[in-house]
């Protein structure tokens, strides 16, 4: 069987949508010892349509202990790569316990080189920064997590299931037809007034959970970028990888900076802000979608309108990362 290399991306499924991917197993690596063997990574939609310019999850790292959560003496932590259709590492864990009441603990992460803070207990964590994303998502680094797995000497080949431990958020933001100047959209800023915004650069994610841990709350965050608007936008323009909020948002806004171009040449950068959505609570692995028209009269912007998230299981929002 030919392998397909993994890709990370985001498909909407109903009104909140679900991230995924995945590919169909490799064969399993023939490997002498007890090294711990690799078979396939997935994420849990197999059967999303893979987006234009997605990137490759060809390396991942892995994390084992005892299970009694202390780290293996040789080689706890180690990194995978995706190479010819096969997963391997240059310096993989040895697993040797018989005993099947006692496994050991296997965790996973991406980006592969975090570095594992090993609690004692259970709650490993890997470092994460939070950043004020651009239009693209492609300034923040998109966190993945892996559900933990166990493994014996006897049964030491496993497949890994990585879960998304940060939300989406994307815009389709477009001009109304009676808007004849040119508008480009340049900033979006994200309102949240009983601060359940996150960003900081010294969190934490949980290797079990994929809960992110020492982030600092905030009532905005800025999203920037250029972006010409057209009376004709079927697609978002405007995605962003933003940290879950730990509670419901009763009053989110969103305040748009967008750049007139007149007749004559000139520029004028005007800003407004929508009126508040309903309450919601953005949460890991799900992609959240506001569509925003743009209406010009009177030398003022007005006029916003968010709709409702869409419905439609077969629409393709889906932008790679």
Known sequence: MNMKPMYILFAPVLALMLWGCGDAPVSEPVIAGGALQLRSVDLPDPSATRALGATQLDKIGVYVTDYSHAALTRNAQSVYTLQNGTWSSVAPPEITVTNSSTPDRLYAFFPSDLSVANSGVGNHSVPVQVVADNFTASRQTNYLYATPLTALATSRAVTFTMNHALAKVSFRVLKSANVQEALTLKKIEL???????????????????????????????????????????????????????????????????????????????????????????????????????????????????????????????????
Do not use: C
């Open 191 to 321: 309102l949240s007034s009983t601060n359940r915004l996150q960003t900081g650069m010294s969190g934490t994610m949980n290797l079990t959970s994929g809960a992110l841990n020492g982030l600092a709350s905030t009532n905005s965050i800025t999203l920037e970028g250029s972006v010409e608007l057209s009376t004709l936008q079927s697609n978002p323009n405007v995605s962003a990888l933003v940290a879950p909020m730990s509670a419901s948002e009763t009053r989110l806004s969103f305040r748009l900076t967008v750049e007139v171009t007149e007749a004559d040449g000139s520029t004028t950068a005007r800003s407004f802000e929508t009126a508040v959505v309903n309450a919601v609570q953005w949460k890991a692995g799900f992609h959240y979608v506001y569509f925003i028209t743009v209406d010009k009269m009177g030398g003022s912007l007005t006029n916003v309108k968010i709709d409702a998230w869409k419905s439609d299981a077969n629409q393709n929002t889906g932008i790679g990362i």
